[in-house]
T-cell receptor, first 115, second 112 residues
Framework: DGGITQSPKYLFRKEGQNVTLSCEQN?????MYWYRQDPGQGLRLIYYSQIVNDFQKGDIAEGYSVSREKKESFPLTVTSAQKNPTAFYLC??????????????FGPGTRLLVL | EDQVTQSPEALRLQEGESSSLNCSYTVSGLRGLFWYRQDPGKGPEFLFTLYSAGEEKEKERLKATLTKKESFLHITAPKPEDSATYLCAVQAWGPGTYKYIFGTGTRLKVLA
């Protein structure tokens, strides 16, 4: 079955620790995205990547980093510089053609909690 | 500024009681409007994409419509399993066509 997988489902971060969230897709999508979801707020874009080896900051990139070494994978690192990391993190992917992103499909999410 | 507002924030319906959810938007040029369903603790599930005013899409008990200023998600004879948060997002033409602007969602509870 084609889809997007995220792991782990729950992640605990200690003070000063960097943690990495995994996102993999087998939909052959070109573009991948990371969003953060907080209660009472709309999804906010952290980073996105339209092609391999290229990515751009979204609206709330501070304290986060990403890489896109393979088309299928787009891991997100939450660094110690992110002072309020507790949230639900969602990865999405879409086709991207003619400078237009098509419908985005989401993974199951990772909940990050701070110890 | 591009903006999406969903109303109501929360809605309780009796099973079989039809209603509509609203998504109003202001964008410089609409490329697409998207509806998603999100269950607690899960990722959003894609429902519909609408591209132009007058367009309608249907799936089971759900029907999405689009005007130049807003979209409605009509739920006909809902069942308890339709309980979820419904998210609306818009995509604008221009340099940021990658970008979706999300509303805060409508939490729907259908009582048996």
């Amino acid at each position: 079955d084609g889809g997007i997988t995220q792991s782990p489902k729950y992640l605990f971060r200690k003070e000063g620790q960097n943690v990495t969230l995994s996102c993999e897709q087998n939909l052959n999508h070109d573009a991948m995205y990371w969003y953060r979801q907080d209660p009472g707020q709309g999804l906010r874009l952290i980073y996105y990547s339209q092609i391999v080896n290229d990515f751009q900051k979204g609206d709330i990139a501070e304290g986060y980093s990403v890489s896109r070494e393979k088309k299928e994978s787009f891991p997100l690192t939450v660094t110690s510089a992110q002072k309020n990391p507790t949230a639900f993190y969602l990865c999405a992917s879409s086709f991207y053609s003619g400078r237009v992103a098509e419908t985005q499909y989401f993974g199951p999410g990772t909940r990050l909690l701070v110890l | 500024e591009d903006q999406v507002t969903q109303s109501p924030e929360a809605l309780r319906l009796q099973e079989g009681e039809s209603s509509s959810l609203n998504c109003s938007y202001t964008v410089s040029g609409l490329r697409g409007l998207f509806w998603y369903r999100q269950d607690p603790g899960k990722g959003p599930e894609f429902l519909f994409t609408l591209y132009s005013a007058g367009e309608e899409k249907e799936k089971e008990r759900l029907k999405a419509t689009l005007t130049k200023k807003e979209s409605f998600l009509h739920i006909t004879a809902p069942k308890p399993e339709d309980s979820a948060t419904y998210l609306c997002a818009v995509q604008a033409w221009g340099p940021g066509t990658y970008k979706y602007i999300f509303g805060t969602g409508t939490r729907l509870k259908v009582l048996a």
